[in-house]
Every structure is written in C-alpha cells, then in structure tokens.
C-alpha cells in the first residue's frame, strides 16, 4: 500500500470515527426531553383519568419545562432554540400551578426566539404557533380549576338550600323550593374577571389562529387549535352562566351577554360552530 | 494517489457527515410534536341550555312550552323533569341551527385527547432529511469536479457512477424514511462511503471504461442489500455501522476494479453477476460483523478475501448463479463463513490473515481451474475451509507441537507460498478431494516433517519452496506412495529426504568440502523423490543402498576436488540412483568406472 493510500484510509478512518459521528446518532437533548414530555403527558393524562393526585407529575413536567428552557440558548440554530422553547412552552402549560412561574418566561423567550428566525413563524409554523398558544392555555386551565371549585361550591350552596327547604313546612317551603341557592355576591367580582380573563386568552387564541392562514401547517393543526378556542369559550360561557347563580348577579350576567355572543360569533367566522357538546363530553375538571 | 484527492475525501466526508447530522437535527425539530388539550371547568347541561337560548333564542323561553320551566335566569327547580326538557329542546335548537348552516363552512368540532402534530403541512416546509442527502451527494461530486475534472466530464465513468446512484436512489431509500429511522441513516451513510469510494478508484485508474447501465446495476445490486440487511438490534446496528464505514468503500473499490478489469464476466450473459457481488458485499460485511474487525483477521485480510471470491464470481459465475439448491446469498454466506469459521479453529499463525492468504490461493486456483478436485456431491463453497484445513493441519502435524523451527526458518510470507505450493497443485487434481480424502494433508505433513529436519539450513527457504513444489507435483501425480501419515515414520518420501539431509549434515557442509548443500542438496531431493515415486516398493527394500550411494558420492566428490563437483555428484546421483532401485548397493566406486560414467559410456 503506498503512503498516499495509508495516509487517506487513516484519515477516512479518523473521520469516520471521530469527527463527524454519524453513526449511530445518540438521542439528542431535543429529541430526548420532547419524549420525556410526550411520555409524561400521557401519565397526566392516565392519573387525571384515574382520579388521582397530578401534582407529582406536573413537578416533573416543570422540570422539563426547566431543562429544556436552559438547552434554548444553546440550539445549534435558531430553529434548535425555537424547537427547545416549544417543548419548554407545552411542558410550563401542562405543568399546571407548578408551572404558573414559567410559563410566561418561557413563551417571551420562545415568542421573541420565533421572532428572530428570517422569516419569524412562518420557518417554524407549528412550533411558534404552539409557543404563542401556550400561554393563553396555561392561563385558561387555571381559571378553569377556580371555575370548578366555583361550580362544586354553587352545587353546595343549592344542596343547603333544598336541604333548607325541606325542613321548611307548607307554603314556606314551597316557596323555598321555588327558588335555588346561589353563591354569594361576593364571588361576582372574581366571576367576571374570569370570564373577562377567558375572553382575553380567548381572543390571543383566535389571533394565533388566524395567523395560520399564513403558516404551511399541518391540517390538522388549525382544527386542534380551533379545539382549544372552543374550550375556552365553553369555560367562558360557564363562568357567565356562574353569574346567573350568583346572588345579585343578573345585571353582570346580562352585561356579559353580548360579550359572550361575540365570542361565539368569532368562532363561527373561522367556521367553528359554536356549540359545546363535545366539551361537555370531555373529562371535566382534574381533581384538586 | 493525489493528495488533493485526500483532502477532497476528508472534506467530503465531513460535510456528509454534518449534513447528516443536520438532517437529524431537522427531523428531530420537525417530528410530531405533542398538542395537548386545554381543562374545562365541567361545561354541564344548564350551561349548555343557558348557551344555546340566551340571547339569541331567549324568546324561546319565554312562551309555551318552556316558559314555565325557566325562571330566573335557570331551570325552574321546582318543576320536575324541568331541566332534561330544556336540555332536549337546546338539543333540538342546536341541530336546527347545525341543519340551518350546513351550505356555510361553520362546523361542529370534535374534541379528542391530545394530539401529535409534525412541523409542517405535507409537501411543505423545508426538503426531506434524504432529499438533502441527495443534494449533498450531488454537490460532492460537483466538488470532485474541481479536482479531477476529466473523471466528471461527460461520459466520465466518475459522472456514470453518479448516474448510476441517482437512478437507484429511489430505490435505496429504506421503508423508514418517513421517520427518517436508522435504515435511512444508515443508507445516507452507506450511499457516501460507496460514492467516495467509486469516484475516487475512477480517478486512480483513468483508464477504467465503465457503462452505465453496468454501474446502475452494481449499485441496485450491491447497495441495496447490504443497506436492506441493516439488522433490527441497535448492537447488531452499530457493528453494521463500523464494518460497513471499515470495508464497504474498499470493497466497491475492488469490485469496480474488476468490474472494470472485465465488464463482459459481470454483465451480459445469461447470469447477472453483478447479484453475486451484492450478496458477496452483503456476505462480507455479515462475516466481519460477527467476527469484528480487529479480534482474528485485518480489514485488508477481509478486503483480500472479497476479492478472490469475485474473482472467482468474474471466471466463474456459475458457481455462485443459477443453482437450484442455493441462492447466490447463501452460497456467499456459506463460503465466508465456512472459512472464517474454520480458520478461527486452525492453529496458530493460521487462524489470522494468513489463513486467508491461503483461503485466497484455493479461490484463485478454483478460478483458473474450475472445481474439478472437489467433490461432487459437496457443495464446493464448503470445500475451500476444509482445504485450508487439512494444509494447515499438515503443516502442524509435520512440524510437530509448537512448530517452532518451521517459523524460524521460513518468513510469513514463505509459509504462506509454501501452504500455496501444496494448494495450487491439489487444486489443480482432479477428484483431490472426493469422499473426503486427506491425501493433501498426508503430504504437506511428510515434506513438512522432512522439513524440519533441515536444522542447519542446509537448504533456502526458497530452495525448501522448490523441493515442496516438484515433491507435492510427484506425490499427488503418485497418489498413495510417497506419503502415509499411518505409517511410522510418515512414508519412503519422508524418509528419503531425511536420509540425503542426514549425509549432507554428516557431510559437514561447504566448510568440510562437501557439495550437498543448497542447489545440490535441493536438485539431490527432487531427483530422489522422482526416482522412486514409481517405484516405491524398491526405494523401501533399497533405502540404505540410497543413503549410502549419496553418501559414497558425496565422499568422493570431496576427495577429488580438484577433478569434481556440484554438476558431476548429480549427474554421477541420476544415473546411478536408477541402478541402485534396481540392483542394490553400488559399493566402493573405482576411479574408471567414475570416469565411464561421466563421459557418457
């Protein structure tokens, strides 16, 4: 073998060995905490099933969110960086209250990562959309677990009424039983500030929406979002509704109407019925 | 070769390799990604009557026949059944409006758990991770242009190998290429290696004339297998890896060559040769994945393996082709692996490259001659081990436990030409080897064992060499005579060389005045072992007579130097050994008598 051939096969060798190391890839850091997500999500998804206790997997799903905020900064693109954020977005929504420090920190990061790339989300359509939707999802499932220890607390108070009404005797009680229990008046404010809060994320989640029409998505990605601006209307109409079992909460409940009703007319713009059947059939709040 | 090529190798192969791992960073970023769903806070049936009257349809509730089941603003709770009515006629009312709307694009939405979303919408976003690759693959040819423009000119063989890759590119893209998985990684990386590989053994040899569809079919024929065979286990996997990034690009290197050596023996006849390289590549690359690449024999070992079966596959295609009981896979399979595995078990040095060195001397002389000294009834892709094997055992036996002194006197090299010696000869006799005759291993022990004898190097190497070809040519065209491993001693062959090397030690070499020595001693055996090869049972009743006529001679030629020599002991050897087979001792020789002799008479 001549010199020139050792010298080439050493080198063929050397490379093939050391610096480009595509041989077997290992699990990459973005590759590995996106399916320490995806797997954790799916323990959520079985232990709220179950009835059980979220709060241990909502820890680690903030520890994702934590590791992969702080891979971000060192993508090898910006693409890399977008992709970390993505995956530190979803994780800080999904982590629940242990994610409510995060998640706004790791969406402005992620939203101005997105904004950086040339041609800003439209390089990265489903991760930026993703990144732009997390927070208002995070916000939302919030209010929607206050709401739901709003409704458990009116369906106490209706209990104690007709409870009320049956020690009640003759025309008292029937009176009594003409009427329902409300909750106090002093839950209106926090009433209205949800639904006011729900509509906000309701109108950020219609505005990510509609910048899908710009963005090469995969089909299925504007229905699933659509889904989300659903739900959190349906969350609106319930903490409206709340208003109308609240003591003195006619007037909020009429004023909140037409506000409600646009909601439902900008569902119905992007061609989305207004129509909350499938959230009803949904599973309802996760235990507390 | 040109050390621009070298760096063009090397910066090919990183910019393959980077591009390949950008292609997995893309995949990676662009996977299906988790969409999760948001929480609702228990959406129930009141607040779905609430939602579907008020306030569009509030009028509802106020005339019959719901009136009286809503008050305030909720179903009247002293009303029974009040809340299910509302409940059905909310229904009722939001089928009216879906029916109402149904020529609008508002629709219904259905609320499954979380999905998994990928990056982009189908046939968008940025070129596939393989369309990349091939993007990659085209720009390193076009740097190999800058290089060596003559072998990507038109009509290049370097631009028919690129051809010849893109039309099989489709083809080669593994069924996992979607998930961008580890075939596809793999056939990006083998797909490299075997570019590089051609384009530069192209440029080496300029005057390679290659056809296209030739090459097209190598490659279909080559690649895919080997990129097919990728095993599903990720150990099995990366030892794939390491032997294909070790042989693959010499092994296309090799086949190109003899491809290119003779296009007519791997294309355009009844058998598709070129399906026997693939399953020899693929048989190769299986062989080294089970054996490793470092634990018994070399890379070069393997390559030279290769090599010597696609020669054999070039002369002989079909031996590999067109056999009912075997496919081309298995025959390939068998041959590398039968002889791996039998060298593995074969003694020292021959369990190394070595033993392939005379693996490789069975198959080239299988090429030249055919399979004529194998048997019929085995298959001969399980012979050539056993060749191997009953050389190498005769070389052990000969030389006895350890076999020191042979590797004292004979180089690597010389016992690898002396093992060749007995193989080339064996291979080229008919029915060597039928019914699972060991005559080959009786007399590579016989000369071996004579052989080691020679403890004062009497003899060259090479002269040893010389003995054991016209000794190994005498006995197999004698067969059954010389040497016999069953009797003591291992036969009159043995014997015989012994008794010259036992007079030529007596003698005491050059220093004492004797000729028997180097080319006198080597032409003394020859002539012995030709003269009784047919005449065994008078060698055995005469074996002292012979001993002592070499020693007279040797005697006298020392005594008369002055009027003899080398030339005259064996001519006085030739014409007297006859006489001796025949009628015994000559006893003392007179002077006139010599003379006689000498001069013809």
């Known amino acids: 073998m001549n010199p020139a051939t050792i010298i080439y096969l050493s080198a063929f060798v050397a490379v093939v060995n050391g610096c480009t190391g595509v041989q077997l890839p290992p699990l990459n850091k973005l590759s590995s905490l996106d399916a320490q997500l995806t797997s954790k999500q799916a323990e959520l998804a079985s232990t709220r099933q179950a009835g059980s206790d979220a709060a241990p997997i909502q820890q680690q799903l903030a520890q994702i969110a934590i590791d992969a905020e702080k891979e971000a900064p060192g993508g090898k693109i910006p693409k890399d960086v977008v992709a970390f954020y993505r995956v530190a977005a979803v994780a800080a929504w999904q982590a629940g209250p242990a994610g409510e420090n ?23 359509p489903r991760d930026c959309s993703l990144i732009r939707l997390a927070l208002p999802m995070a916000v939302q499932d919030g209010i929607a677990l206050r709401l739901a220890d709003l409704k458990k607390k ?12 049956q020690d009640l005797q003759g025309a008292e009680a029937t009176a009594c039983r003409a009427t329902r229990g409300k909750l106090p008046a002093a839950d209106l404010p926090a009433e209205k500030t949800m639904f006011e809060d729900l509509e906000t994320q309701f109108g950020k989640a219609s505005d990510v929406r509609d910048g899908l029409r710009d963005l090469d998505v995969r089909a299925e990605f504007t229905p699933q979002t659509d889904a989300q601006r659903l739900i959190i209307y349906c969350n609106a109409v319930v903490a409206w509704r709340l208003t109308a079992d609240t003591e003195t909460g006619d007037t909020t409940f009429n004023e909140l109407t037409p506000r409600k009703s646009a909601m439902a007319q900008r569902l119905q713009a992007s061609g989305v019925a207004a129509d909350c059947t499938p959230v009803m059939s949904m599973q309802t709040t996760p235990p507390m | 070769m040109d050390p621009e090529l070298i760096l063009f190798a090397i910066r090919s192969l990183i910019r393959l390799g980077r591009e390949g791992a950008a292609a997995i960073d893309q995949y990676e970023r662009d996977k299906a990604a988790l969409f999760p769903n948001g929480i609702s806070a228990g959406f129930d ?12 349809h509030r009028e509802l509730l106020q005339r019959e026949p719901l009136v009286a089941l809503w008050r305030d603003n909720a179903p009247a709770p002293d009303v029974p059944g009040a809340e299910q009515t509302l409940f059905a006629a909310a229904v009722q009312l939001k089928a009216s409006i879906t029916k109402a709307t149904a020529g609008s694009p508002e629709r219904a939405l259905s609320i499954g758990g979380a999905v998994m979303i990928k990056q982009w919408a189908s046939g968008k976003g940025p070129l596939s991770p393989l369309g990349r690759i091939a993007i990659t693959i085209a720009d390193i040819g076009l740097e190999f ?9 038109v009509g290049g063989s370097g631009e028919k190998l690129i051809g010849g890759l893109a039309a099989n590119l489709s083809g080669l893209i593994p069924d996992d290429a979607e998930q961008f998985g580890p075939k596809t990684q793999f056939a990006e990386r083998a797909i490299g290696i075997f570019l590089r590989a051609g384009l530069t053994t192209v440029s080496e040899q300029s005057g390679l004339l290659l056809r296209k569809e030739d090459l097209q079919q190598l490659v279909k ?14 150990a099995e996997q990366s030892r794939w890896h390491d032997v294909t990034d070790a042989l693959l690009g010499p092994a296309a290197s090799t086949a190109l060559a003899a491809i290119a050596a003779n296009p007519r023996a791997f294309f355009g006849h009844d058998f598709d040769s070129s399906t026997a390289i693939g399953a020899l590549t693929q048989a190769l690359l299986g062989e080294a994945s089970k ?12 390559i030279a393996l290769y090599k010597a079966a696609l020669g054999v596959v070039a002369e002989r295609p079909e031996l590999f082709l067109g056999r009912a009981d075997k496919p081309a896979e298995q025959i390939a399979s068998d041959l590398l692996s039968k002889v791996t595995a039998t060298l593995k078990g074969a003694s020292p040095p021959f369990d190394s490259d070595l033993g392939i060195d005379l693996a490789v001397t069975v198959l080239d002389t299988l090429k030249s001659y055919g399979p004529a000294f194998i048997d019929k009834n085995n298959p001969w ?33 010389q016992l ?13 006799t008919p029915d060597m080897f039928a019914g699972g005759n060991t005559e080959l291993q009786q007399i590579v022990q016989g000369v071996t064992q004579a052989l080691s004898h020679d403890t004062q190097l009497l003899l060259t190497p090479e002269g040893w060499l010389a003995v054991a070809s016209a000794v190994a040519s005498e006995a197999l065209a004698n067969p059954q005579r010389l040497f016999n491993s069953t009797v003591p001693g291992g036969g009159i062959g043995v014997a015989l060389i012994s008794d010259l090397l036992s007079v030529a030690h007596a003698a005491g070499g050059r220093t004492q005045g004797s000729v028997l020595f180097g080319p006198t001693l080597q032409e003394a055996i020859v002539t012995a072992v030709r003269a009784v090869a047919g005449n065994i049972d008078a060698a055995l009743t005469n074996r002292a007579a012979l001993k002592d006529l070499a020693t007279t001679l040797t005697n006298l030629v020392r005594t008369n130097s002055g009027q003899l020599g080398s030339k005259e002991w064996l001519f006085l050897y030739r014409v007297l050994i006859g006489r001796v087979l025949h009628g015994g001792a000559v006893g003392a020789l007179e002077n006139a008598e010599i003379n006689q002799l000498l001069k013809g008479q």
């Open chain 1, 102 to 124: 995060l998640v706004l920190r790791v969406t402005d990061a992620g939203k101005t990562a997105c904004d950086a790339l040339p041609q800003k989300d439209k390089d990265a």
């Open chain 1, 154 to 165: 009116r369906d106490d108070a209706r209990s104690a009424h007709e409870r009320h009404c």
């Open chain 2, 45 to 56: 049936r009141v607040d779905f009557i609430t939602e579907a009257f008020i306030p569009d």
């Open chain 2, 145 to 153: 242009v800058g290089t060596n423009p003559s072998v990507l000119g």
């Open chain 2, 221 to 234: 024929n080559s690649l895919k297998p080997v990129i097919d065979a990728l095993p599903a286990n990720l």
């Open chain 2, 291 to 302: 054996t490793g690449l470092t634990n018994q024999f070399s890379q070069g070992g393997f």
């Open chain 2, 381 to 413: 892709e399980n012979v050539v081990g056993l060749m191997v094997l009953q050389v190498v055992n005769g070389l052990k036996n000969g030389l006895g436990a350890g076999g020191g002194g042979i590797k004292s006197l004979l180089s690597r090299r």
């Open chain 2, 416 to 428: 690898t030409d002396l093992a060749g010696i007995f193989l080339k000869q064996a291979a080229q």
